[in-house]
């Protein structure tokens, strides 16, 4: 149902940009943003055996309210995507502001779908797994469009390497037969992705200018990026956790 809806509400954005802006500016948008819906919902589906409670290890036949928050977290992700390729300088200030408005309301909702799960008591590996997906997802396509929108360095994109390399370490880690070392719980590591959310978000507002949002970007994500070697050097235990 879900997957549905949300497709509905694509082809609702589609159509009005077509009306408002140009067909080529619609076809493109529903193209992208549909390809990274379908993204989102194949994710989630394999990984429907996790909807269950890791402590109680309690299995829920529904989704619950914190993993379709999340899920509608895609989604704009997804909305946000449909607008790479474009040229902003030819929008109308319908169009223009759209992207700053899904992706703003996305990073919002990385901090609800948590608590709200844990309030509906429907904490899940799912909702974890899957928030984490969509947090790495969401800070490789808002980045992108940000860079391409000439509003963040492009230095930034490492930021948005930075998970996918990460999980690709310790796959080829696994492949050989190396161990993977368990990470430490640290509040610091969320707050930085919070942060890297923030600063991305605000690039894409068309009146926020490029000559605060770049540098801001850039130093930024400097301890983000040191947080990841860290950490990659606690899971190949070369820091032993303490």
């Known amino acids: 149902m879900q997957g549905a809806l949300g497709t509905a509400f694509l082809v609702l954005i589609s159509t009005t940009l077509g009306f408002l802006d140009s067909a080529k500016l619609a076809t493109n948008f529903l193209i992208i943003s549909g390809i990274s819906w379908f993204y989102v919902l194949a994710n989630c589906h394999g990984k ?130 190396k161990p993977v070392y368990e990470l430490v719980p640290n509040r610091f590591r969320r707050r930085l992705a919070g942060y890297q959310m923030g600063v991305v978000a605000t690039s894409l507002w068309a009146p926020i200018p490029a000559e605060l949002t770049k540098p801001v970007g850039v130093l930024l994500m400097i301890p983000l990026l040191i947080r990841f070697l860290l950490d990659w050097l606690q899971i190949s235990g070369r820091i032993k956790k303490k």
């Not at 989704?63 to 449909?82: E, K, Q, S, V």
């Not at 990385?110 to 984490?132: H, K, P």
């Not at 997906?133 to 000439?150: C, H, Q, R, T, Y």
């Open 48 to 177: 429907l055996h996790l909807n269950f409670d890791p402590k109680s290890e309690r299995y829920f036949h529904k989704l619950g309210i914190g993993n379709r928050l999340t899920l509608t977290r895609g989604l704009l992700i997804g909305a946000t995507a449909g607008f790479i390729g474009t040229d902003p300088s030819t929008l109308s200030k319908f169009a223009v502001f759209l992207p700053a408005i899904f992706y703003t309301v996305a990073a919002i909702g990385d901090a609800l779908d948590g608590y709200i799960a844990r309030v509906t008591m429907q904490t899940t590996q799912l909702g974890s797994e899957l928030d984490n997906e969509l947090d790495a997802f969401g800070l490789l396509i808002a980045p992108v469009l940000a860079v391409l929108w000439n509003k963040l360095h492009f230095t930034y994109l490492l930021v948005s390497a930075a998970f996918y390399v990460f999980r690709l370490g310790i796959y080829l880690r696994k492949h050989q037969g």
